[in-house]
């Protein structure tokens, strides 16, 4: 589902590279901001061997630095499925199969 994920990610950022892709607190991260993050990491991340989930989540983490700052493990797993979730929504393409702005 991640690399689904990260595909939609880099359709919005070709099509609405300033669209916000997702918001908490102070942060805010656009479609082509959170693309150029997860292709920097994803060099990182081939170069030592790890996944491009670990790109994307160090992709987010470096977008969104409130992510870090939640207390609680639980409540920082809980935050982050939410993002994720919110990200994924779209992933096998929808059911309309096309991009969507939620305001």
Known sequence: MVHQMIEDIQRRAEVTPRLTAVRFGDDVVTYGALDESITKYGSVMDRHGLS??????????????????????????????????????????????GLRAVS
Request: net charge negative; charged share 20%.
């Open 52 to 97: 491009q989930e670990a790109a994307f989540h160090a992709g987010l983490l470096h977008c969104m630095p409130s992510l870090t700052r939640i207390e609680g493990t639980s409540e920082r797993n809980r935050v982050l499925g939410e993002v994720v979730a919110w990200l994924g929504r779209d992933a096998d393409g929808g059911a309309t199969g």
